[in-house]
C-alpha cells in the first residue's frame, strides 16, 4: 500500500472472529524491531498471546475507549481481538515504545490488520498471567481483523478532541490540523 | 512510496545545505497529528525553526551520536540540519511523543527527507530560546536532505546494537530479529 494510505490508518477496537497468521504477527513485530529507538538500545521484549484461553484472561483484564462504551467495548466471543501483542521492558521506556507501536500499527494497516494499542489494563493481573515479573508489560496491543470503520475529522485549535459515535454507529476520531498545534518561531 | 520501502528509514545526521519547503515540513507535521495518541489527548505542539541563526542556536545546544564522534556530528555550514522542529507538551507526554515522531519520520522519508530525533539536548539553553516556559521542548527533530546512507544489519539475541562506522564511513545501525525479540505465550 502507498505510505499516504497507511497514514489513514485508525484504531481499531472491534474485531472479525478470525485468527491472524503468524508470518503476519512476525511482520508488525519486524516493524516495532526497524522503529526508531533511543541510542539504537532496543529495550523492547514482545510476548505474543494468541492461545483462546488465554487470549480471554487478558482480554478480561483490559478497558476500551470510555468515551464510546459499551458500544466499542468489545465482546468475548462477537467482537474481541484473536491476538494480543504485550510489550515489555526493564524499565518504562515510554518513547521507544511510543515509536515502535506506531511503526507496528502502521505495518498492521498496509496488510488490512487493526490494533488498538492499549494502556488501559490491570498490571499486577496481566503481568501475573505471563508471569514476566523481571519483563512487566508496558502496553498491550490487540491486533485482528477489522469489524469497524472509524473516520478521521479534522478540528482547529478551539475544537474538542473527544472521539464520538455517529447515529450510524461510525467512530469519529477528531485530529488537530496542523496549523492548530503548530507555530513558525522565526 | 510503498510502505514496506518507507519501514527501511534510517536516522540521518548528516544533511545536504538546502533548505526543506513549507509544504513538507507540513507534510510531516500531520503526519505527527494523525498518529496514535492515549486518549485521543493530543498535547503535542511543534515549534519549527527555520531562520538559519536560530537553527544556529539550536544546533549549538544538541548532541549527536555519541558511539561514532566526531564523524557523525554534523558541522554548521557543511552537514548540519536547516530545520528543526521542536516537539513540545506541558507534560512529558513521552509515548505520545514516540508515536507522533516516529510517524514524522516515515512521511519524511517517503518523500526523500531524512530526521535526526534527538533526545540528548541542553533543555534549559533550548527553552530559552524559544522563550517558552510554559510549553516546555521535550524532543527536537532535525530534518533535511540526506548526505549519508546509513544501513540496517540484522543481529540476534546475543549480538551488540552498537552501532559503528565502516572503513568506506557507511554508517551500520545493528537491529535485532524477530526471533531475538519475540517470545509466543502458547
Not at 13 to 38: H, T, W
Not at 93 to 107: N, P, Y
Not at 145 to 172: N, Q
Amino acid at each position: 500500500m502507498e505510505f499516504d494510505a497507511v497514514l489513514q490508518r485508525r484504531t481499531i477496537r472491534l474485531f472479525q472472529q478470525k485468527m491472524v497468521p503468524d508470518d503476519e504477527i512476525r511482520y508488525l513485530i519486524n516493524a516495532a524491531c526497524l522503529a526508531s529507538c533511543g541510542a539504537n538500545r532496543q529495550p523492547l521484549r514482545y510476548r505474543v498471546i494468541r492461545r483462546p484461553e488465554l487470549v480471554k484472561a487478558f482480554f478480561e483484564h483490559t478497558r476500551y475507549a470510555a468515551l464510546v462504551h459499551p458500544r466499542r467495548t468489545p465482546q468475548w466471543g462477537i467482537s474481541a481481538p484473536p491476538v494480543f501483542i504485550a510489550v515489555c521492558a526493564k524499565n518504562p521506556s515510554a518513547v521507544d515504545a511510543g515509536a515502535a507501536i506506531q511503526s507496528m500499527e502502521m505495518a498492521a494497516w498496509n496488510h488490512g490488520i487493526g490494533c488498538c494499542w492499549i494502556g488501559s489494563f490491570d498490571p499486577a493481573e496481566v503481568n501475573a498471567l505471563l508471569r514476566a515479573d523481571d519483563l512487566p508489560v508496558r502496553y498491550l496491543v490487540a491486533v485482528g481483523y477489522p469489524a469497524e470503520g472509524p473516520v478521521v475529522e479534522r478540528i482547529g485549535a478551539d475544537g474538542s478532541p473527544a472521539y464520538y459515535l455517529d447515529d450510524s454507529d461510525t467512530l469519529h476520531v477528531p485530529k488537530y490540523s496542523v496549523d492548530a498545534v503548530t507555530t513558525y518561531w522565526d
